[in-house]
């Protein structure tokens, strides 16, 4: 079993920056980033696969979140750049095995609340 542990949230003023952190014990394949907001559904932020060639953004954090991976440090990360009030969520990462495209593997979530 891989634990996921994420880190960076915070509190933040709107047009600001954050970097999410989400280091795996271990080996992971497509990694995903999800954020939940209070009495909305959790969606899927951004993904990206083991080699780092393929990512996907939702149509709301394109050109404003970068999602990147260092497999030497089992680490996914996820670059929030000019923040809005409405990114304020939980934000988790999330990992897949090699035998699968479900999501089996999920972190903790990092709180992130951007002022207006």
């Known amino acids: 079993q891989v634990q996921l542990v994420e880190s960076g949230g915070g509190l933040v003023q709107a047009g600001g920056s954050l970097r999410l952190s989400c280091a795996a014990s271990?080996?992971?394949?497509?990694m995903g980033w999800f954020r939940q907001a209070p009495g909305k559904e959790r969606e899927l932020v951004a993904r990206?696969?083991?080699?780092?060639?393929?990512?996907y953004y939702a149509d709301s954090v394109k050109g404003r979140f970068t999602i990147s991976r260092d497999n030497a440090k089992n680490t996914v990360y996820l670059q929030m750049n000019s923040l809005k009030p409405e990114d304020t969520a939980v934000y988790y990462c999330?990992?897949?095995?090699?035998?699968?495209?479900?999501?089996?593997?999920w972190g903790q979530g990092t709180q992130v609340t951007v002022s207006s």
């Open positions: 990206v696969n083991r080699s780092g060639g393929d990512t």
């Open positions: 999330a990992g897949t095995t090699m035998f699968s495209a479900d999501y089996a593997y």
């Open positions: 271990g080996r992971t394949f497509t």
